[in-house]
């Protein structure tokens, strides 16, 4: 049976590493027998630059190496955590970077695939930051800093960002639910699949041409998600433990 997978929202951490393990444990289980696997944004929590060569990082990219020269097929979106992700970096692990909103056909059933950072149009601050971080002059004067100094960079920022989303309402912090019906009517589509809310679900979305489906990964804590697609069922949203 030919199938693929979807993850998002690791936030792979030396802090925690379970859930590194976690997911060799899945890359080793699917390697050479998925089609292909799709990491849709927020791999790490914080990721600085391709050239951050620390040990944790090349134990993350030899475990997708080894997934990739099995003859799987692996691509990765950017997240909000890690939106400095680069060529280098995929290249490295053997796949390649897709951008928002890519459109991929799932054994006949076409969807979008998202982030989901960018349908929050309520979070309008994180707006404003999302297009200042993903300007390339700004990226590029990041990059040419210090390695250390962007380490010290990136944690203000972890800390800025917990500080303004304990402070916000709840429906700010979720999809805007027209710009998801927007995204998929632009893209012609009856299916989304996005991660970044930390609220793993699957939504009937109305369009004019029918009712579409919004597919929620979830972050990895004590569980992990995934979302299979396969050219039996179609698309199912699945959870698994992290030892």
């Known amino acids: 049976m030919s199938y693929s997978l979807f993850i998002s929202d690791l936030h792979l951490d030396p802090a925690r590493p379970e859930h590194l393990d976690g997911l060799k444990k899945l890359l080793a289980q699917h390697a050479g027998k998925a089609d292909a696997l799709y990491v849709l944004g927020d791999l790490f929590e914080a990721w600085i630059g391709d050239d951050d060569d620390t040990p944790f990082n090349l134990e993350a990219i030899a475990a997708f190496r080894q997934f990739s020269d099995s003859g799987s097929k692996l691509y990765f979106m950017h997240g909000n955590r890690d939106f400095m ?3 280098d970096f995929a290249a490295a692990c053997g796949g390649t970077l897709l951008g928002e909103g890519t459109v991929v056909d ?3 059933t076409a ?12 979070d309008t601050a994180y707006q404003q930051f999302r297009t200042m971080a993903r300007d390339p002059q700004w990226q590029q004067g990041m990059l040419a800093k210090p390695l250390e100094e962007r380490r010290m960079i990136a944690q203000g920022m972890r800390m800025q960002s917990q500080g303004n989303n304990a402070n916000k309402a709840e429906n700010i912090m979720d999809v805007t639910p027209q710009e998801v019906v927007r995204e998929m009517q632009e893209a012609g589509v009856q299916h989304l699949i996005h991660g970044h809310t930390h609220r793993p679900d699957v939504h009937d979305i109305a369009l004019p041409e029918g009712t579409g489906k919004r597919w929620v990964l979830g972050d990895w804590g004590e569980l992990g998600w995934q979302i299979v697609a396969d050219s039996k069922t179609g698309l199912t949203l699945e959870s698994f433990e992290i030892s």
């Open 106 to 108: 799932l054994y006949g």
């Open 111 to 122: 969807a979008i695939l998202m982030h989901g950072d960018s349908l929050c149009t309520l």
């Open 85 to 87: 992700l680069g060529n």
